[in-house]
């Protein structure tokens, strides 16, 4: 069975595009914070929870949104869903907060609210809350965007008919630096249905290299 | 205790990160969990922290939380007894 890349969303220093078009720009910011809290507020989505998030979920959070708003989410069994994300950072931008917390033993006071998110896959937790999703997940560290990796790990979910559908790519943030692809894969039976359903590109290690470019 | 009660809501605004609330939107006596502020329990943690850090107090049965927590003013109220 072949699969296609209904969409996907770019986020880098300064600019958020989906589907190749540009969604925001900011050169202007200097910390993440000032750069994706504006753009939260203008997706008007009532989920206060967003401003509880660390810095790397709040970034995989709206680039996740990003791609599930341009399809029809009817068409998906939410039970079967796959999320495959890889970082070079991991969740070292907050752990790095936690690890400051308890550095001073005269000052030990670590925050519960910091201290769970030192793990890069609570990532992947808040995005199933949002969308309730359920099914197959997997974080994974690499230097660099290895789209093989990944297309081979989102591959073998499909082949094993463990999943519908799959958020996969890549999701890094140290300091203020970050750098997002985020593609939404399906078989392509669902784009047959009829729904008008976003983009049709194949999904292969190639493409993802071309919209990571 | 009014000063007291003012001071608490900032400071537990600025520990829970609850973005677009003012002090004024939340009432002394109004319940913090549940149909109140919609705090959940790592939120809980978050102002067993607070009380600790700014306020010198350490909560030894857990069980206390629950009262102690119930809302500002009921926050308010332990800080000044102990």
């Known amino acids: 069975m072949s699969h296609i890349i209904s969409s996907y969303s770019r986020i880098t220093p300064g600019s958020i595009t989906v589907n190749g078009q540009s969604e925001y720009d900011d050169e202007n910011f200097i910390t993440f914070a000032e750069f994706i809290k504006p753009f939260f507020k203008r997706l008007d989505l009532g989920y206060p929870k967003f401003y509880k998030m660390d810095a790397l979920s709040k970034l995989g959070f709206v680039a996740a949104e990003l791609v599930l708003r341009q399809v029809n989410y009817d068409l998906y069994d939410k039970d079967r869903a796959g999320i495959v994300l890889a970082n070079r950072s991991s969740s070292l931008d907050t752990d790095l907060v936690h690890q400051q917390s308890i550095s001073n033993r005269s000052q030990y006071f670590p925050s519960p609210s910091v201290f769970v998110y030192t793990l890069p896959n609570i990532m992947i937790g808040e995005i199933c809350i949002r969308h309730q999703l359920k099914g197959e997940n997997a974080f994974l560290i690499s230097e660099k965007f290895e789209s093989r990796i990944l297309f081979d790990y989102v591959n073998e979910l499909f082949m094993h008919n463990r999943i519908d559908f799959c958020l996969t790519g890549w999701v890094d943030l140290m300091k203020d630096k970050f750098d997002v692809l985020m593609i939404l894969v399906e078989p392509v039976r669902i784009v047959n249905s009829g729904e008008e359903h976003g983009l049709t590109l194949p999904f292969s290690a190639t493409t993802m290299d071309e919209l990571y470019k | ?82």
């Open chain 2, 1 to 82: 205790m009014e000063e007291l009660i003012e001071k608490l809501k900032k400071e537990v605004i600025e520990q829970l990160n609850l973005e677009d609330i003012s002090p004024e939107d939340i009432e002394a006596d109004s319940p913090l969990f549940g149909e109140g502020l919609g705090l959940d329990s790592i939120d809980a943690l978050e102002l067993i922290v607070l009380l600790e850090k700014n306020y010198g107090l350490k909560i030894e049965d857990p069980k206390d939380g629950k009262k102690i927590f119930h809302s500002i003013r009921t926050m308010a109220e332990y800080i000044t007894e102990h």
